[in-house]
């Protein structure tokens, strides 16, 4: 079993939809939770993290970690176009970080 | 701020040649790097991390080395390249458990 499992998609929705990208975890050590945003040919980029159950907002994107689950979510709002790319999900332990293999999204204008 | 080059960008390298890529961090000091690998479609795997100067920790058995002979400074290194080296490799930093930043990434395609 993997540490981290992500839906690969992918994931096609209008412009302006609400998108929520999905994982899970088997590792209840794991303490922070990050999200980040890859377009091709590019570096993953941090949108965002957290360390505690519950919900954190930063202008469009809502991330949700529920640590009884073992289930992180992001949530992205009036989804744009620019919003197209593959969104990689990963959580901390120590030193190491635990990768899902991502979703790639397209939004459609 | 702090910032992670990498480089070259991109590099096409015959079966059998020696590779080095190399990562270097601005803005922090002791940082923790790391060294990853995305195959097309797959996720990213772990090769190296380095928790200071001259310690590196491996995570996958290959052919692929690395080093930290500064601070700042990690290289990616092989002695004679593979077809199955081929990929995305990433160089990152953390300095907190709570992130993890990357570089902008090589492409290698070994031919």
């Known amino acids: 079993q993997k540490e981290v499992e992500q839906d690969p998609g992918p994931l096609s929705v209008p412009e302006g939809a609400i998108v929520s990208l999905n994982c899970t975890y088997s590792?209840?050590?794991?303490?922070?939770f990050m999200w980040y945003r890859q377009y091709s040919r590019k570096g993953p980029e941090l949108l965002m993290y957290?360390?505690?159950?519950g919900n954190k907002e930063d202008g469009r994107f809502t991330a949700q970690v529920d640590k009884s689950s073992k289930y992180i979510s992001l949530f992205i709002r009036d989804s744009q176009p620019s919003d197209s790319a593959t969104y990689l999900c990963?959580?901390?332990?120590?030193?190491?970080?635990?990768f899902g293999t991502g979703t790639s999204l397209t939004v459609i204008p | 701020s702090q910032t992670i080059h990498q480089w070259p960008a991109t590099l096409v390298q015959p079966v059998g040649s020696p590779l080095s890529l190399e990562c270097t961090v601005e803005?922090?000091?002791?940082?923790?790097l790391y060294w990853y690998r995305q195959a097309a479609g797959r996720g990213l795997q772990l090769l190296f991390y380095?928790?200071?100067?001259?310690?590196i920790s491996s995570e996958v058995p290959q052919n692929l080395s690395a080093s930290r002979p500064q601070d700042r400074q990690f290289i990616l290194s092989s002695k004679k390249l593979l077809l199955s080296d081929s990929g995305f490799y990433l160089c990152?930093?953390?300095?907190?458990?709570?992130?993890?930043?990357f570089g902008p990434g090589t492409r290698l395609t070994v031919l």
């Open positions: 590792n209840s050590a794991f303490q922070y």
């Open positions: 803005g922090t000091s002791n940082p923790n």
């Open positions: 990152a930093w953390s300095v907190q458990q709570d992130t993890q930043y």
């Open positions: 380095s928790v200071g100067i001259g310690q």
């Open positions: 957290t360390y505690s159950s």
């Open positions: 990963a959580m901390d332990q120590g030193n190491q970080f635990y």
